[in-house]
């Protein structure tokens, strides 16, 4: 069956770096293949190639690493359809299980022991047409909602997104970052503290504990 087997592209263990969850130790499992193409997508080695592996072995090898998070990340996981009962596996195993995805893919059937961290996708990642609202149905106060953002533009995008789609009555978790490189944090935080707006500003942590364009870390 094709929920049976999984294309992986790599299982290792890091800190988690980009929500709530920030800091923790977590195993990352990150899934071959997008079917977006952002602008500044810093995963662009997992669009192609990856091991296929069956999902017990997936499963054993996240088990393996033993820490208490595990992560589904990518290229978007939810386009392999093993990894919903995957996720159920590692949440029947005692796991407090992380999905992040684009907001594209259709969140409805993840298992709602499943923290979702999902994107937003405003202008300047080239893909906010590709944006599933649909979804926001499916987030509750256990999922994060995230903002990557390129530039003003992206900022006032997020701000009407918020405030039009009274996004803080679904979930307080709220993240707002900025592309690396391309827009100041403290730029982000001036625009927000100027709004007070209702959003956690977060620094992709593991480009500042490791060189920036790392890979599997
Ligand atoms: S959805 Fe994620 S993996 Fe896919 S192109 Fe965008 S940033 Fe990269």
């Known amino acids: 069956m094709k929920e049976d087997s999984l294309v992986i592209h790599e299982i290792y263990a890091s800190i988690q770096g980009e929500s709530t969850f920030a800091g923790?130790?977590?195993?990352?499992?990150?899934?071959?293949?997008?079917?977006?193409?952002?602008?500044?997508?810093?995963?662009?080695?997992?669009?192609?190639?990856?091991?296929?592996?069956?999902?017990?072995?997936?499963?054993?090898?996240?088990?393996?690493?033993?820490?208490?998070?595990?992560?589904?990340?990518?290229?978007?996981?939810?386009?392999?359809?093993?990894?919903?009962?995957?996720?159920?596996?590692?949440?029947?195993?005692?796991?407090?299980?992380?999905?992040?995805?684009?907001?594209?893919?259709?969140?409805?059937?993840?298992?709602?022991?499943?923290?979702?961290?999902?994107?937003?996708?405003?202008?300047?990642?080239?893909?906010?047409?590709?944006?599933?609202?649909?979804n926001l149905d499916h987030i509750g106060a256990g999922d994060e909602l995230k903002f990557v953002l390129a530039n003003r533009g992206d900022y006032e995008w997020m701000r009407d997104v918020i405030r039009s789609r009274d996004l803080p009555r679904r979930t307080p978790h709220l993240l707002a970052s900025t592309v690396f490189g391309k827009l100041a944090t403290k730029q982000l935080v001036e625009w927000v503290l100027a709004d007070k707006l209702p959003v956690r500003v977060q620094l992709q942590m593991h480009k500042y504990v490791w060189a920036p364009e790392a890979q599997g870390v």
């Open 24 to 134: 923790l130790p977590c195993t990352f499992v990150r899934t071959t293949g997008c079917n977006l193409r952002c602008s500044w997508c810093d995963t662009t080695q997992a669009f192609y190639g990856g091991t296929r592996m069956t999902r017990a072995e997936v499963l054993e090898r996240a088990l393996a690493t033993g820490t208490e998070l595990v992560e589904l990340t990518g290229g978007e996981p939810l386009l392999q359809p093993g990894v919903l009962p995957l996720m159920t596996e590692l949440c029947n195993a005692g796991r407090t299980v992380l999905i992040e995805t684009s907001g594209e893919a259709d969140v409805s059937r993840v298992d709602r022991r499943v923290h979702k961290i999902m994107d937003l996708k405003a202008p300047g990642s080239g893909e906010s047409a590709r944006n599933r609202w649909s």
